[in-house]
């Protein structure tokens, strides 16, 4: 937990883990394995049909660290975004903070895949991220989330 902001100084345990496998009808098969850059868990995932892993925020530290991180189905990391990859230092300025977290996704169902490569992200300025899942390129759309306005 020394790696979560607010556990400063306190014992360090293994980040999180995935493991990709491939069902082919009769059995799963392993594929890869990967040490996350969360060090406990993500707080939320996607995993599309491609098996491109998704980790978005850390548990206990929304928007701490890598917000946003896509992997590979071999477990390699595509793209990885901190807040100040994805905001302008103005903007990040603007977005609600508590103790552990800087809330920049909006509350419940912010997050989803509009196609099995394009991943949206409504966040709390009242704008959107149109993330490309294979390349992690992103843009962002100022007035078209669905939340903080």
Known sequence: ???VFGYSGREQGPHAVAEW???DGKGYTFISRTVL????????IEVTEGGNLITLDNWHNQ??????AIYS??????????LRDLYADSDVKRIRTS???IHWRCDGFSTFLDTP???LIDDSLG??????????KFDYRADDGKCGR
Do not use: H
């Open 1 to 3: 937990m020394g790696d």
């Open 21 to 23: 496998y491939r069902y």
């Open 37 to 44: 850059l969360n060090p406990i868990a993500p707080q939320q």
């Open 63 to 68: 928007g701490v660290g890598a917000a946003l």
């Open 73 to 82: 189905p071999d477990g390699k990391i595509v793209k990885q975004y901190a």
């Open 99 to 101: 103790v552990s977290s």
């Open 117 to 119: 490569r394009k991943l």
């Open 127 to 136: 704008g959107r991220f149109l993330v490309d899942v294979e390349t992690g």
